[in-house]
Every structure is written in C-alpha cells, then in structure tokens.
C-alpha cells in the first residue's frame, strides 16, 4: 500500500513539473493571430474560407489568452492520453505508464515543436487524438474478444463525443469516422447486435465531418484557389510514390529514431523467444522471421550510422539516397506487421496490434494527397507506434515480477530536467524581451529586440515575415508604424547595456 501511495505521489510531482514546462514555452507563430483580434474576427466570420477545425480554432482562441490554462490543459491532456493507452493495454502493468511518458519525452524535436510546444498545433493535432482515444477505450472491451458494455445513458454524450472529434484537423476527421464505421460493422459480425452509444457515436462523427468540410476551404482546395494548401493532381499513383520519397518515409518512421531502436530491439527479442517455443515452426514462417532479422539489424544499423554521423556521401549520386531509404523504410514497416502477425500469439493483443498499424495506414492515407505537411502532422502515429511498442512490451513482461521502474524514473526525471533547462532558459530571455517591450513600446520607434534560443525546438518563436511580425506588434501591443530589429541575445545584450 505504501509503494502505491509512493508511486501516485511520483507522478503527481512528474506532471507538476511537465506543467512548469508547458508554462514556459512561449506563444508562437500562428499563436499571435489567434490570440488578438484577428482571431475574434475569424470567430465572428465563422471560419468562412478558412477552415472547418470548429473545436480546434475555438479552443486556440481560449488557450492563447491564459498561459496558465494553457499549461494545464496540455499537460492534463498528456497525462490522460497516457493513462489510456495503460488501460487499454493494461492497466496491471505499472511500468507502462513511465515507459509511455519516456517515449513521448524522446518524440523527435521537430514534431515537439509543431503540437507539444506550439498551442495552435496542440490544439488540432493532440486533443482529437485525446477525444478519439476516449472512445477506443471505451469500446476496449471489443479488443479483448468481448462485447462493449456501454450504458444507453451514454448516447447523447457519446454523439457529442463523435461530432466535436471531427472538428479538428482533416485526415483525423476522415479516420474518426471509419473507425466509428469499423466499431459497428465489427460489433454487428461477432453479435449480431449495435450498441446504440456506438451508433449515435457514428451519427456524431457524419454530422461533425459534414460541417468540416462543407467550409468553403476545401472547394477553394479542390480548386486550387486556396493560396497555402493544394490537393495533389496527376496520375494519383506516380503522385503517392513521390510523395512517399519525399516527405512521408521519413516523418513516418525514420525520424523516429529511438522509437525505431526499441521497437526492432524488441521485435528481435519476440523473434527470438518464438524460435525458442517453436522449434519445428513451418518453413515458411521460418524464412519470413528470420529475413525480418536481417532487416531489422541492417535498418537499425544504417539509421545509426547516420544519426550519429549525419554522412549523405555514401552514395554515389547523392539524390538517389530517398529512394535506398524510402525502400529500406519500407521494409522495416512490413517487418513490424510480420512480427506482429508470427510471433504474438496471444489474439486478442495481436488484434490490437493490428488495429493500431491500420490506423496509422490510414490517418497517413489523406497525406498523401494534401499539400503542405510537416511534422505535426505525424504526431498521432507516433502515439501509435508508442502503442506499439508499449504492447510488445507488455507482451514479452507478461506474468513476470520484472519492475524496472527503479531505472524507468530516473530516466524520466533527466528528461524532464533536460526539457526544463531549454524551455526555462527561452522563458528567461522571453520575460526579458517583454519586459523591454512594455517598458519601451511608447518611446521608441525603432525596437531591438534579442531573438529566442534553441528555435528548433518551437515552431517560429521569432517572426519570419513581414505578415507574421504585423502579428507579433498586434499581440504585444505594439504600434504598427515601430520598426522591429531582432538579433542575438548576447549581440541585443551588449546593445542595450551600451
């Protein structure tokens, strides 16, 4: 009793303290539209021709005008999104949630600073995942070969559930409602019978994506009228493999570089325990496990080498590079099905498993058409591969008393000390550079202003055009005819003390 008292109060310190870190991260970017009055004017003109993320753009709009309440809604949303990927997996296993935490922790920069350390990017790209996961854990029944035991109570809360989760970025409103198709068709074959909660959860999600899209947006998409986003024209199959080589290969998996790590060390581990039970496995089997170690040890092998030495000459022709990775990636992928499939023995994890690699195919399937996409837009896969990983874990921990949870916090306090210090340091120069300002504003003309450190791990903290410092005079309340000079800390330091 005393060791669970213990690890409730651990937790509650980690959060508090990822909560001081949310905190510290600045407004950014799009953050300064949405936080003045252009976003009110947005509101007020109903996103005409702009975007149908009703829930997403209202939600921005509040969480741009309270940093404290920014801070929490972020780190409640991680702290639940974390607690339901231990309960549908499960909720036995302690270390879960550590091993959850640790890996969103190592999630690469560049999509940490496009959703966890961006508020207009957490708004539509992590809280629908949060809404979506709500109703995978309450059909978590399905997932282990039973009926889903929904009250009829929860059916105006569940359609409710259903419309605001589509109102938020597009490809999740497309597979929110194939997942809600998926929950009835498959509720139907093993029963014969619908949870209502289910349907109305469904009706929910076509009312929710019928206002998405009817925006006028996407006819100007369609049109190519829109000036920022593009729909993909040409030959759709010549279109999805250059896009593949691109741009998604490397969001989807290669970036993931620690991720990738653990999930082939474990798969090597599952490979290995599976020749070990099953000595006469059929030769088919067989061959296809063992090319997947082949695989796996040469993916991992090269991702190694060049993250560690970042060398593009080892080919010849240098451009051909996306193609070898592009192809390599994609091997490593099918590695990751094959495993699942072969070595998971256990039907209902191994549905599960299934379940959460086509999600990932199909929340990817939209990006292949719709132009731009970055980072962010990889950040629910991501979550899944963690689901993923987290699930082979688990598998390969069953019955066993091994807790590493002694290892498992220290690591996750360093990680939190490290993310403490970037984030503290930009917040330091942040209140320096407001302070400058509100003290200066009035009397100068001509503002010089110290840039904030480590950019790489916000998106845009600084203005990059003419448009986006318009934004900054207008959330910082600066007049508009001030010319703005941005430079170095240390170069804007000595300026001002000279």
């Not at 005393?2 to 970017?29: C, E, G, R, S």
């Not at 920069?109 to 957490?122: D, E, K, P, R, V």
């Not at 990817?364 to 132009?371: G, K, N, Q, R, Y």
């Not at 900054?472 to 600066?478: A, E, H, P, W």
Request: glycine share 4%; aromatic share 16%; hydrophobic share 50%.
């Amino acid at each position: 009793m005393k060791n669970i008292k213990l690890d409730k109060i651990v937790k509650v310190i980690l959060f508090l303290l990822i909560a001081v870190i949310f905190y510290f991260i600045p407004y950014t970017h799009d953050d300064w539209a949405w936080g003045t009055s252009i976003g009110i004017k947005r509101l007020t003109n109903l996103f005409s021709n702009y975007n149908g993320r009703w829930a997403g753009n209202i939600l921005v709009i509040l969480l741009t005008r309270s940093r404290i309440l920014k801070a929490i809604v972020i780190t409640l949303t991680m702290a639940i999104i974390i607690e339901l990927i231990n309960k549908i997996i499960n909720k036995k296993n302690n270390q879960i949630i550590y091993i959850a935490l640790i890996l969103i922790l190592l999630m690469p920069y560049s999509i940490i600073a496009q959703t966890l350390a961006w508020t207009s990017g957490f708004t539509n790209y992590v809280i629908p995942f949060l809404l979506i996961l709500i109703f995978i854990y309450l059909n978590k029944d399905i997932f282990n070969g039973e009926k889903a035991k929904l009250s009829n109570w929860l059916i105006v809360p569940m359609m409710i559930l259903g419309f605001i989760s589509s109102l938020f970025v597009e490809n999740l409103t497309i597979y929110n409602l194939v997942l809600s198709i998926f929950i009835l068709i498959y509720e139907y074959c093993k029963s014969k019978k619908i949870n209502l909660s289910n349907l109305f959860y469904f009706i929910g999600s076509i009312l929710g994506t019928i206002l998405m899209f009817s925006n006028g947006a996407y006819h100007n998409i369609m049109n190519s009228t829109d000036g920022y986003r593009t729909i993909e024209h040409g030959n759709i199959i010549i279109r999805c493999i250059r896009v593949y080589f691109n741009t998604i290969y490397y969001f989807l998996i290669q970036n993931n570089f620690i991720l990738d790590i653990v999930i082939g060390i474990l798969m090597l581990i599952l490979i290995y325990k599976f020749f070990n039970k099953n000595k006469k496995t059929i030769p088919i089997k067989k061959v296809a496990l063992l090319t997947s170690e082949i695989i796996i040890l040469l993916y991992l092998s090269y991702i190694t080498f060049i993250y560690f030495c970042n060398n593009s000459n080892i080919f010849v022709i240098d451009k051909y590079k996306m193609y070898f990775e592009g192809v390599f990636t994609l091997l490593y992928g099918i590695t990751i099905i094959a495993t699942t499939i072969i070595t998971i023995t256990d039907k209902n994890r191994r549905f599960r498993m299934l379940f959460e690699i086509a999600s990932i195919l199909i929340i990817t399937a939209p990006l292949f058409i719709v132009t731009p996409i970055g980072p962010r837009n990889f950040f629910v896969n991501y979550i899944l591969f963690v689901m993923i990983a987290i699930e082979m874990f688990d598998y390969l921990t069953i019955d066993t008393k091994f807790n590493i949870n002694y290892l498992l916090i220290p690591v996750t306090v360093i990680l939190i000390i490290f993310y403490m210090f970037i984030y503290g340091y930009v917040f330091k120069i942040e209140t320096i550079r407001n302070k400058y300002i509100e003290e200066n504003k009035l009397n100068e003309k001509v503002l010089y202003l110290p840039n904030l450190p480590f950019i790489k791990y916000m998106q845009c903290p600084n203005p990059v055009n003419e448009t986006f410092e318009k934004r900054f005079k207008l959330f910082y309340n600066i007049e508009s005819d001030t010319k703005l000079v941005f430079m170095e800390y240390g170069e804007w330091k000595e300026s001002v003390n000279n």
